[in-house]
């Protein structure tokens, strides 16, 4: 059994137009999110603080956005149950990651929020990460390409906009 493109099955099978926009923009689509993934473990290879799991990770980051979270908050939010979450919570708890503080408003509820230890270890894997894709896009990309690459990330920032 040969293996064949499917973009170039899809562009020989398609004569109308209408068909052929769309299958090069699905292979576009394609493309992007196959990078984006790529890009983003490229990323965690570069640094990494520690070995946190996908869930983890979830947690700590929306931690950082919005400290002082309840448990059901979290799983709410992650879309998890939160006999799940809770699970997710004690390993980062019993790791020194993130800390519970009774809530003010209700004492019956635990608020989370990171540690300042976990907050540094944020900005130091961000810092380096950065740092790397930095050193990356000068050694790779003349300036002209610089300017290319700008100019597409405003583009697929637009990816990320609320419809009109």
Request: proline share 3%; aromatic share 4%.
């Amino acid at each position: 059994m040969s293996f064949q493109n499917p973009r170039f099955i899809l562009s020989t099978v398609h004569t109308d137009t209408t068909l052929a926009k769309d299958s090069a923009a699905h292979a576009l689509a394609v493309d992007l999110r196959m990078l984006a993934s790529q890009l983003r473990r490229r990323l965690r290879q570069e640094a990494s603080a520690a070995e946190w799991s996908e869930s983890q990770r979830a947690v700590l980051l929306r931690l950082e956005r919005h400290d002082g979270a309840s448990v059901t908050e979290l799983a709410q939010a992650e879309g998890v149950r939160s006999q799940s979450m809770g699970a997710t919570v004690a390993s980062l708890i019993e790791g020194g990651w993130i800390k519970g503080e009774p809530d003010p408003a209700d004492g019956r509820r635990t608020l989370l929020s990171l540690t300042p230890q976990t907050r540094k270890v944020l900005r130091q894997v961000r810092a380096a990460r950065e740092d790397w894709l930095q050193h990356a896009i000068e050694a790779r990309y003349s300036a002209a390409e610089q300017k290319q690459l700008a100019t597409a990330v405003a583009l697929l920032q637009r990816l990320l906009e609320p419809r009109a």
